[in-house]
């Protein structure tokens, strides 16, 4: 764990911050401060300066001001959730934790949209607009602790975006601040804005441009029904090919989730969801809508579960057991937790129809590197989330993690695909990103950056990797699916 030598120049600089705010919310001492060195990428730890905590949006361009008058950097959290280190302090740098800011501001349920500040957990807010017969549809597993600050600064999505999109679809405004501490409005509360989509540009911007203070969000009337459908499968390739199906075939689900046998062997240790624990697959395929629509698109999809070589397809009859279903897969992460010591969660995207050929290929990889990965996904999507198992306490397993983490991304690009889906860069993927993108591709990244943050104050080291950096990777750079991975051919 680093730790921050001070300077005269960040000793002024705390004497400063001490009279924004009072004491009880800015945190000095290593005990206060050591919940916030991390966020859920436990691997990477960092104390930082101190964790201020701004109630007011005049705190908040109090702190700003003062870190630009002594360029002193900043690393914006909001529960901490993040897989990708994006939160991850900067030793040097401030913390600026927005869990202050908690409140719902408005449901208006005649323009179907909720105004809420960034610190507000993404449940809260279906919770509240359920008496208008409402929801927020992006729904992270993570959904009962991360905020809508952390969704929109990662672009999150979850189990319902296969079909209502990611937060990018979801959000129509923000309010944020600059460094100077000026306040800034981006989108509308109508469908078209003028100008250029800066409100797109901040959504998954992972708090390297701003400080977002305020979020509109788009809600949806609650479906009238909604019936689930759980596969099992001895083959994973045939449940990848299952899914693609199931896509092709021009059903719509509002669910299409994937687990590996390990992982169903965990979750149902974990939470009994009734899991038919010797499958090598299973699928959770969801429809919500119109009763008769919804009972249409089931009886579609079982019967091409069924001819995609499903043994079994069960439907939820209560909705307890439809709950149940649900509880498992959105419990995986921890479940895998209590099988493993540590374990490492991937991002990548690919395109569906690569599924089987991709899963194949990381069980390859992960052989290769001496180390067990845990599938689960959206596959509907085509997101998928390996888990890489290991114990940072033997040997060189966690350096054995990060480069099958690697090579799993890579082979992702190779493929098609892309290296997160819903996670982002952070301090995890920065090296692939060298991958991803040409050097002229990431220098516009860059210039962009300047625009908004011209001295690198906000959030400096994530997500964009320098061109240094990129040379000392030795990241090949070509475009995407073209990217030689010599083993390809073998998966
Ligand atoms: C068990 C588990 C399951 C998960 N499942 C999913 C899933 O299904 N889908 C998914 O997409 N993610 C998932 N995640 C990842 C994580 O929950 C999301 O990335 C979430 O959006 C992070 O929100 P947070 O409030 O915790 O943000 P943090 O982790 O605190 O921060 C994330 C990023 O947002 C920036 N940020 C936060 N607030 C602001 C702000 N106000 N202004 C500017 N920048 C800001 C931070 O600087 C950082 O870069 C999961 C995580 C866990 C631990």
């Not at 730890?45 to 002193?72: G, H, N, W, Y």
């Given at each position: 764990m680093l730790s921050q030598p001070k300077t005269a120049q960040s000793?002024?600089?705390?004497?400063?911050?001490?009279?924004?705010?009072?004491?009880?919310?800015?945190?000095?001492?290593?005990?206060?401060?050591?919940?916030?060195?991390?966020?859920?990428?436990?691997?990477?730890?960092?104390?930082?300066?101190?964790?201020?905590?701004?109630?007011?949006?005049?705190?908040?361009?109090?702190?700003?001001?003062?870190?630009?008058?002594?360029?002193?950097?900043?690393?914006?959290?909001?529960?901490?959730?993040?897989?990708?280190?994006?939160?991850?302090?900067?030793?040097?740098?401030?913390?600026?934790?927005?869990?202050?800011?908690?409140?719902?501001?408005?449901?208006?349920?005649?323009?179907?949209?909720?105004?809420?500040?960034?610190?507000?957990r993404n449940l809260a807010v279906s919770e509240a607009a359920k008496a208008n017969g409402l929801f927020y549809a992006p729904d992270p597993s993570s959904q009962i602790a991360c905020t809508i600050g952390g969704n929109v600064a990662e672009n999150s999505g979850g189990v319902h975006c296969v079909k209502y999109g990611l937060t990018v679809h979801n959000v129509l405004g923000i309010k944020y601040l600059n460094l100077q501490g000026e306040l800034l409005e981006l989108g509308s509360n109508c469908l078209q804005s003028p100008g250029y989509d800066l409100l797109a540009l901040f959504i998954g911007s992972e708090g390297l441009l701003g400080v977002i203070v305020e979020v509109t969000l788009r809600l949806l009337p609650l479906p009238t029904t909604t019936a689930t459908l759980l596969a099992a499968f001895n083959d994973i390739g045939q449940a990848g090919g299952a899914v693609?199906?199931?896509?092709?075939?021009?059903?719509?689900?509002?669910?299409?989730?994937?687990?590996?046998?390990?992982t169903i062997q965990a979750a149902e240790a974990f939470v009994h969801a009734g899991y038919p624990t010797d499958a090598a697959a299973l699928i959770l395929c969801e429809f919500d809508g119109m009763a008769e629509q919804v009972s249409e698109d089931l009886a579609r999809a079982h019967a091409l579960l069924i001819s995609q070589g499903a043994l079994e397809v069960r439907q939820a009859t209560l909705e307890s057991e439809r709950q149940k279903f649900w509880a498992g897969r959105k419990a995986a992460f921890p479940a895998v937790g209590r099988i493993t010591p540590d374990y490492y969660c991937m991002d990548g995207t690919i395109p569906r129809k690569h599924l089987a050929q991709v899963l194949q290929g990381i069980s390859r990889l992960a052989a290769d590197h001496g180390l067990r990965v845990a599938n689960v996904f959206h596959a509907g999507d085509g997101n998928l989330h390996p888990l890489i198992l290991y114990d940072a306490n033997q040997g060189d397993e966690l350096q054995r993690a990060e480069a099958l983490g690697g090579k799993i991304l890579e082979l992702c690009i190779a493929v098609g695909g892309t290296i997160t889906g819903e996670h982002g860069v952070g301090t995890e993927k920065i090296d692939q990103m060298c991958v991803q993108f040409s050097t002229l591709e990431l220098t516009q990244f860059h210039a962009l950056k300047a625009v908004f943050d011209p001295e690198g104050l906000l959030n400096p080291g994530k997500a964009i990797p320098s061109l240094h950096r990129c040379a000392e990777f030795g990241g090949l750079h070509v475009h995407r699916g073209q990217l030689p991975f010599p083993d390809l051919e073998r998966f």
């Open positions: 000793d002024a600089f705390l004497q400063q911050l001490s009279r924004c705010l009072p004491p009880a919310r800015v945190l000095l001492d290593v005990e206060e401060m050591k919940p916030y060195e991390c966020d859920a990428l436990s691997a990477y730890k960092v104390l930082p300066l101190a964790v201020v905590l701004p109630e007011t949006i005049d705190e908040v361009q109090q702190v700003l001001r003062l870190c630009q008058q002594f360029s002193i950097p900043l690393v914006v959290r909001g529960a901490g959730t993040g897989l990708s280190g994006g939160a991850l302090p900067v030793a040097q740098g401030i913390l600026l934790n927005m869990a202050k800011f908690s409140k719902i501001l408005e449901i208006d349920p005649e323009n179907r949209i909720a105004r809420v500040q960034p610190g507000v693609a199906a199931v896509i092709a075939a021009g059903l719509q689900p509002s669910g299409l989730e994937m687990m590996d046998n390990p």
